[in-house]
């Protein structure tokens, strides 16, 4: 019975989209699996390929189909699993199966470039006894080869070796002709930068919940299955109920995965893995260079690491042996690739444990709502810690109506009540946090005579005033220039600066509190590979009293001395023109109010808002999750928006922004003619919108799109298959527009 093999073909510079199929020959000198990595002819050359699936038949006609070359030794194998869940992504996401395989592949393959880096080094080729009394019987006068074996008695690395006998390669060679010595092949091995030592820390007593969640975890994992949300607030031990899992996984022989949300969270993370597993854990981190990754991919593959920590990409590290994922911070945004393949890590997380047996563990103190919807429902088994471990108490929020404020005159971005907490925590000797979303010195820039912010000349946006390079900024392109003298629009020269950014903030803290060290952490600070870890350990050994930053302070930061937290202005993401504004507040501040309080004081909180009615900025400041998912699960049943709905945008962007709207208006008018043929539309279309995009233009590329809304359903996953079907029958040879399913903004 002839086999074929569907190979995908590395040809330089062309995107191909799917694979080739050849056959395999029946003297084939080795077994065929998916993963594999062959030689295979292609037009006049031999090119290398990726095995993706083994077959019994092929649609290619019997005099095309053309033989598969030899296999490739020096490619690394990628698992048939890995193989499998990048066609399942190139599905799901609508992307190549050539973008979804770069996932799975080893860091680095894709140009063949990056070789590990080996080097020789000299073992001994005898027994250590036979080796000592080479030593003591040789004539003093082979000074070098005594030395050279007496190194090599000691275990010495190859650094020691070198260093002492430079000229170790002659002696060697003399004493490999002796039979003494041999010579070997060894990888060089990077240290990664977060192999710093660590003190091991010793397991906790357990609170009776967590001893109950880790109970029914690990009861799921002995039966390879399960899938649970761990709700509990920030401090409520949810971080020890993962450690304790992973252990429990590590018994069986098994690996974990542990997600987490960013880089700056990271270290921390990393940090207690490592303080309970040691060197078992290996760190997952965009900032890590090529070869690093390459070790760690390794490391990974070949068993000697048994836990991975990492942001969204971690989750395609290629552990075999797989028998749990941790999701930490699930409702984190990090989680959806924002560019091709556009996966979500989470569904992701859910796949590759349907594959390998394991069990998925998602974890968060402010759940996103769809995924506590359906652990309400059951489809995910909720499991919760309803407090503080140690009986800490919640810290104390209080909002304070920025309004009133600037009725009795205070015009600074600082109430009194936060000025007030500051100063006694600066007495105290104890740390604050103080939170805002928006980087740079003012937001924007305008003409006070027609009204007109200075705005990108290559986005529609406007340019942010960052005051210590004297320049603005576009935060979507970087494009800089030196703040007009001129109105651009009317040429009038009344320009005012209006709004703030955590660089202004800084310059008010030295004004209000002189001499006091401030850190700032924000995306202009933490350009560089370790600056955020610097910046948090510094903070964290107490070089400074006031850590300021944007959203990257609301996560993560888990230092017994931090005492106030301040959130500077609470509506930032409220008034945003997007469905999930509440939702994000409700985070933003319960995650930002759980900094404060972790050590035996209690911590406050003050939340700053223009409007302090607003049930996600409330019902945050009373920490109570459950009454907001009431409310909001309300709000977006009557408004029609997700997870009631599903919204599918395709935005086609082009340098020519005719060009982008036509070819956005003749896709519409295709999927409206093939939606009026399909039956199971009807009724469940809610809108159907073709429209420039809210941001208009982006980094000179113009931006059309099409939004559509549907019912969410049981039939709302055929019509999304439908749409892909349509855009792939529609743009084939041509370029896809980008589809997103529910993206988190929509400009
Ligand atoms: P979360 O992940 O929910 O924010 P953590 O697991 O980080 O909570 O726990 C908060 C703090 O309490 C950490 O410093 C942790 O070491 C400590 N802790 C966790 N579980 C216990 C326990 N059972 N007993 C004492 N301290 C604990
Ligand atoms: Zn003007
Ligand atoms: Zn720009």
């Known amino acids: 019975m002839e086999r074929y093999a569907r190979v995908l073909v590395d040809v330089a510079g062309q995107e191909l989209e799917q694979g080739f199929d050849y056959r395999i020959p029946a003297d084939y000198p080795c077994a065929v699996s998916p993963g594999m990595s062959v030689t295979v002819p292609f037009g006049k050359r031999k090119l290398a390929g990726l095995v993706l699936e083994i077959m019994q038949k092929t649609d290619v006609p019997p005099d095309r189909i053309r033989d598969m070359g030899p296999p490739r030794y020096d490619g690394e194998a990628v698992s048939e699993e890995m193989i499998r869940l990048a066609l399942w992504m190139a599905h799901r996401y609508h992307c190549s199966v050539q973008e979804a395989v770069r996932c799975v592949l ?46 090599l008695l000691s275990d010495a690395g190859i650094g020691q070796i070198r260093a002492k006998l430079p000229e170790w390669q002659a002696v060697a060679h003399a004493l490999e002709k002796k039979g003494l010595v041999r ?22 007593e357990l609170m009776p919940e967590q001893e109950q969640a880790i109970g029914r975890i690990r009861d799921a994992m002995a039966s390879g299955s399960g899938t649970f949300y761990l709700f509990g607030v920030t401090g409520s031990g949810k971080t020890e109920v993962y450690l304790q899992c992973a252990k429990y996984a590590m018994q069986t022989g098994r690996s974990t995965i542990i997600l987490v949300p960013e880089i700056s969270l990271t270290p921390q993370m990393v940090k207690r893995f490592r303080a309970r597993f040691g060197e078992s854990v290996c760190v997952f981190h965009s900032a890590l260079t090529l070869a690093e990754r390459r070790d760690q991919w390794q490391r990974v593959k070949n068993g000697t690491v048994k836990v991975a920590v990492g942001a969204r990409s971690a989750i395609f590290a290629p552990f075999d042996d797989l028998g749990l994922i941790v999701v930490d911070e699930e409702h984190e945004t990090s989680y959806l ?30 759940p996103s709502l769809g995924r506590y919807a359906k652990a309400l429902d059951g489809t995910i088994t909720l499991l919760k810690l309803n407090g503080r471990v140690r009986g800490l108490p919640m810290p104390e929020v209080s909002i304070v109506d920025m309004r009133e404020e600037l009725k009795a005159g205070n015009r600074s971005m600082f109430s009194g009540q936060l000025k007030e907490a500051i100063q006694n925590a600066l007495f105290n000797g104890q740390q604050t946090v103080l939170f805002l979303n928006r980087r740079g010195y003012h937001t924007f820039v305008s003409c006070r005579d027609c009204g007109e912010a200075v705005k990108c000349p290559h986005c529609d946006v406007s340019m942010t005033y960052h005051r210590t390079q004297n320049r603005l900024v576009c935060h979507y392109c970087g494009f800089e220039m030196y703040p007009p003298r001129k109105c651009p629009s009317c040429g009038s020269s009344r320009i005012r600066y209006f709004g703030a950014g955590t660089q202004r903030i800084e310059d008010e803290l030295q004004t209000l509190f002189p001499g006091v060290k401030t850190l700032r952490m924000d995306r202009d600070t933490t350009r560089t590979k370790d600056s955020h870890e610097q910046i948090l350990s510094a903070f964290g050994r107490g070089e400074a009293q006031i850590l300021l930053g944007t959203q990257m302070v609301a996560k993560g930061l888990d230092f017994p001395n931090i005492t106030v937290v301040g959130v500077l202005a609470a509506d930032t993401a409220l008034h945003a023109p997007d469905y999930t504004g509440a939702e994000r507040t409700f985070q933003l501040i319960a995650q930002v109010a759980g900094r404060a309080g972790r050590g035996n004081t209690p ?23 459950p009454a907001f998912y009431e409310d909001e699960m309300k709000r977006r049943q009557e408004g029609q928006f997700p997870p009631f709905t599903r919204f599918i945008r395709f935005l086609f962007t082009d340098t020519d922004g005719e060009r982008a709207k036509a070819q956005c208006e003749r896709f519409a008018e295709f999927l409206k003619t093939k939606i009026r043929a399909e039956k199971v539309f009807h009724g469940r279309l809610l809108q159907f919108r073709c429209t420039e995009s809210p941001l208009a233009r982006i980094d000179n590329r113009y931006r059309y799109q099409i939004v559509l809304k549907m019912i969410e359903d049981e039939a709302t996953d055929d019509m999304t298959e439908d749409l892909m079907r349509w855009d792939d029958e529609f743009h084939t040879g041509q370029a896809r527009p980008v589809m997103e399913i529910n993206p988190h903004h929509m400009v």
Request: charge should be negative; proline fraction near 10%; hydrophobic fraction near 35%.
């Open 183 to 204: 010579t070997e092949t060894a990888v060089a091995q990077r240290i990664p930068y977060e192999q710093i030592p660590v003190e091991p820390d010793t397991e906790p």
């Open 106 to 151: 080893p860091p680095g393959t894709r140009a063949d470039k990056a070789k590990p880096q080996t080097y020789t080094k000299p073992v001994l080729n005898v027994s250590k006894e036979a080796a000592g009394l080479f030593i003591d019987t040789c004539p003093p006068s082979r000074k070098r080869q005594i030395l050279l074996m007496e190194l």
């Open 337 to 366: 690739s924002e560019h091709a393949p556009r996966y979500d890590a989470v569904e992701v997380a859910q796949e590759r444990c349907r594959m390998h047996g394991a069990t998925l563990v998602m974890g968060s103190a402010t």
């Open 603 to 625: 911590g406050r909180v003050v939340v700053q808002t223009y409007s302090p009615e607003e049930a996600a900025i409330c019902l945050a400041a009373q920490h109570d999750y």
